[in-house]
């Protein structure tokens, strides 16, 4: 009776197991699909935009926030540092042209030129777009003090656009207000 019994024991996990071997085979399959390494990672490195170096208008630009945040009360010394997402840059006017060879509906050849619109002063610029920031970091004596904290983001993110996520405002190294 003991090797009836065990037969009807190893009957019920292999008729489960053969009902359900396509099922199981599919899970199996996606599992190690999803272990599978797809070098993802280094092609989203890649992709991924550059900082913009360090440029005279951007010094300038934190060099002024420095001197308004000082103004502050309780800021005492501070350093900015600002990081580009991308610089400031003109867009310029274009002309552009299309000359094809054919039929409208479907040309055999055609070429696109563009060139650029001059005036009297120069190139004519349609567009200023501004440095796009990707963070900052503010370094002050009062960086301690949770009230300075909140007024040197908000004016951060007044003058640039970042968000508070992207701000941060840490104490001098040695001194400062007491927290």
Request: charged content about 25%.
């Amino acid at each position: 009776m003991d090797r009836d019994e065990g037969k009807r024991r190893l009957k019920g996990p292999l008729e489960i197991l053969s009902r359900y071997k396509y099922v199981l085979l599919v899970a199996a399959v996606g599992a190690v699909l999803l272990l599978w390494p797809s070098g993802e990672g280094t092609r989203r490195q890649a992709e991924e935009p550059q900082a913009a170096p360090q440029t005279p208008e951007l010094r300038a630009t934190e060099e002024a926030m420095e001197e308004i945040l000082s103004k502050i009360s309780g800021v005492g010394r501070v350093d900015v540092m600002l990081t580009l997402h991308s610089g400031a840059e003109l867009v310029l006017a274009q002309d552009a042209s299309l000359r094809y060879s054919g039929s409208a509906q479907s040309p055999d050849s055609y070429e696109r030129s563009t060139d650029t619109v001059t005036g009297s002063d120069g190139v004519v610029v349609t567009q200023e777009r501004y440095p796009q920031y990707r963070g900052a970091l503010v370094v002050c004596d009062g960086g301690g003090s949770d009230a300075v904290r909140l007024q040197v983001v908000s004016a951060v993110s007044a003058l640039t656009g970042l968000g508070a996520d992207r701000i941060a405002v840490v104490r001098w190294q040695g001194g400062g207000a007491a927290e």
